[in-house]
């Protein structure tokens, strides 16, 4: 069965929690569109956000020391996993917080000494059950003290962090990569761009870019998003954050790129899927899409925003659903371009699990 959602065009790929809520932002412009109020059940300041397709949830956790990790559903239910911990100690501070979707593990950037240590130069993997924390490496090599403050995964275990060095320092924002498929005791990465120092808050990974918020006005970062090429290195900002929406800011961001509304499910997939059956999702009821001449082509997303099954331009009047069978586990994004019946082209776009 395949259900899936019929959607208008959407171009909200990225996730951030802010104000109490979940919310889209566009990779364009940085508009913001409400997904779901988050249900606290006590006041709480995050830091950080990284989404697991395989888990269909967020991973957040507590801002300041003594961090602790909470999961948030899709619906915007919240729940504490339990401190992030080390040999049974608390962790004083954890930084950057990112899923690695090669191997769907989580890891964090964190310290292991006093209060007063704010360096997050260990890498760390974080049971997502318990909060509980495993040495991976040690940061070494950095240009100033080493330090991971903000981090995400891109594709093939590649690992991409923001080192901050205030003006009293340096005044510079350092971002570097290293690939941590054959990641030792201690590890020293690739400088790959430098700029003037901004309070970053997160790191969100798609479409071969970096996407990074940054919030305080001081640094001339007022709440905006910027973006980083990863192939021409070319620093630009992407919007700011509407001033009707203009209290906390950004509190994290991720990845996404799944629009609303709620997504269907793969499974026991039938052998075509033909115009005259549903390509809208109903109470998990097909229901035949009306006005459609024939099929042209179907590109389908995954949840970075990376194209990975494009279809040739044709006159079909069924999709041969084997194209789907090899995706990996995980939500994805379908663009189906049609003919309808006055002769014009239309799309149907929207989202699945497999």
Known sequence: MLIVSHLNAQDVALMTIKDDAL????????????HSPINYYQELEFAGLTYSPDD?????????????????????????????SYENETVVHCEG?????????????????????????????????TGICTIVSQLTGTNG???MDVMVFGDNNMLYFVDGLPSSYANASNFYSYDTGNISDTFTPELIFSTDYYPF????????????PSNY???????????????SLEFELVGDIEESQNTLGFEGLTAYNIPNPVIGVISDLPTTISITDAFVFDNIRFVPVKGIREIRSLNIFDFYGNKIIETEEQHLNCIE?????????????Y??????MEGEVDFYRGKFIK
């Not at 919310?23 to 409400?34: E, R």
């Not at 659903?321 to 994004?333: A, D, E, M, P, W």
């Not at 663009?335 to 309808?340: D, F, G, S």
């Open 145 to 147: 003290s080493p330090d």
């Open 56 to 84: 269909n949830v967020f991973y957040t956790k507590k801002r300041g020391f003594y961090p602790q990790l909470y999961t948030i559903d899709s619906n915007g239910t919240i729940e504490l996993v339990g401190d992030i």
């Open 217 to 231: 006005p001081e640094y001339g970062g007022a709440k905006e998003l910027y973006k980083l090429s990863l192939n």
């Open 97 to 129: 917080i990112a899923l690695n979707r090669s191997n769907n593990k989580l890891y964090g950037a964190i310290n292991i000494g006093t209060v007063n240590q704010y360096q997050t130069n260990y890498l760390a993997e974080i049971d997502k059950q």
């Open 335 to 340: 663009n189906l371009k049609v003919i309808n």
């Open 23 to 34: 919310f889209g932002v566009s990779k364009n412009d940085a508009t913001l569109t409400l």
């Open 321 to 333: 659903t084997s194209i789907l069978q090899n995706l990996r586990r995980g939500i994805y994004i």
């Open 201 to 212: 808050r997160d790191l969100a990974f798609s479409d071969g870019n970096l996407y990074i």
